[in-house]
C-alpha cells in the first residue's frame, strides 16, 4: 500500500492491528507516525498507553507491559521506530515476538517503523503475511507538485504553477542522488515564505543556492555556442564552490553520452517523454538534451565522446591536474566541426 491510500485510510478512521511501515521519505512516514498517535490514543493519557522502542534491550518486558489494559481510553499502541527489531534479533527473540503477534489482545495496536529489515528472516516473513504493509517512497512529480503548493498555503502564501516547477528544479529533490529529503525541502520553502510580497522566480533564485546539475547546462551551453570565457567561467566556479574535479567531468561526459542517444532515438521518430522514460533520466534532462541534440552532428558527438574517454584515461594514469585536463578538452570540444 502507498503513503496516500494508507493516509486516505487513516482519516477514515481505520488502523488495522499490525502495521508495517518502509520506506526512503522520512518526513512523510514520521507525519504518518504523528497523524496516528494524535488521532487513536486520547491525547490525555497519551503517555499511559503509547509505547515506543528504539532500540531492543528487554524484548520481554516491551511485550509484556503493552498487554497490560489502556489507562481510560479504548485503546494502547506499540511502536517500534527503527529499533532493529526486524534485522538484529536473535532466533529466541524472534520466537517470543511472533508468540506475541499471533496472540495480542484487541485493544492493541503494533506498529513497525523500521528502515533496516532482513528479509530471510522469520518475522518479516510473517507480517508480509499477515501485517498492513506500508510503503514510503520518495514523491514523484505531480506529488511534488502538490505537497509544495500545500506547504506554501501551510506558511501563507501562494505559488504558481510555473514557479513551482522552477523551485523544483533548483531544490534538486527528485534526484535521489542528492540526499535531498522533504525535511530539507519544507525548510527551504519555510525560509522563502518569510518575504514580503509574491513568490517569484526571482525570490527563489536568491533563496536556493543553483544545484550543479542546474549549471552543467549553462557550461554546455556555452560550449555549444563556442562562448569558451562563459564556459571556462562557470568551471572555474564550479572549483572555486568546492566542487571535485571528478564530479564535474562526469556530468559533463553524462551529458554528452545523454545527448548522443537522444539524438539517436529523435532521429528513429521518438518523443522527448519516450527518450526520458528509454533513458530512466528526468524529462527536464531529457528535453535539455534534445534542444543540444540539434546543435551538434552524430560525427561531432562521437568525436567529443572519444576525446572524453582519453581524458577519463589520463586522468587515471597520466598525472597531470584534472582541472587542466577538463579545460583543455573544453577547447577541444569548442573546436570540433560538423
Sequence with gaps: ??????????????????????????????HLIKYITENF????????????????SDLETTLSSALTMPFFDDRRMLIFQNSGIL???????????LIFLNDFPGHLNVIFNEKEMDKRKKTYKWLAKNATIVSVDRLARPE??????????????????????????????????????????????RSISGVNGDITVQIINQYVEVPIEHNIFKMMDALSARQM???????????????????????????????????????????????????????????????????????????IINLLEEVDIAMKSSGISPALLIEKVMFQISHTKK
Design 144 to 189: 511534488l507538485v502538490k505537497w509544495i503548493a500545500k506547504r506554501f498555503k501551510h506558511y501563507g502564501k501562494e505559488i504558481s504553477l510555473h514557479v513551482t516547477n522552477h523551485f523544483i528544479e533548483m531544490v534538486n529533490y527528485l534526484d535521489p542522488e542528492t540526499g535531498k529529503t522533504l525535511y530539507d525541502v519544507d525548510n527551504t520553502i
Design 229 to 303: 570565457s562563459d564556459a571556462i567561467h562557470i568551471f572555474n566556479h564550479f572549483i572555486a564552490g568546492g566542487e571535485p574535479e571528478i564530479r564535474i567531468f562526469f556530468l559533463i561526459n553524462q551529458q554528452f553520452r545523454n545527448i548522443l542517444k537522444t539524438k539517436l532515438l529523435l532521429e528513429a521518430g521518438h518523443s522527448s517523454a519516450t527518450i526520458a522514460s528509454k533513458l530512466d533520466i528526468h524529462p527536464f534532462v531529457a528535453k535539455k538534451a534534445g534542444t543540444f541534440a540539434t546543435q551538434f552532428s552524430e560525427r561531432q558527438l562521437l568525436e
Design 87 to 97: 534485522k538484529n534479533l536473535k532466533e529466541d527473540g524472534e520466537e517470543k515476538l
Design 1 to 30: 500500500m502507498d503513503f496516500m491510500t494508507y493516509f486516505k485510510q487513516l482519516k477514515e478512521g481505520k488502523l488495522d492491528a499490525i502495521t508495517l511501515i518502509t520506506g526512503e521519505e522520512t518526513y512523510l512516514i514520521d
Design 41 to 56: 490514543i486520547n491525547a490525555q493519557y497519551v503517555d499511559f498507553n503509547l509505547t515506543e522502542v528504539d532500540a531492543i
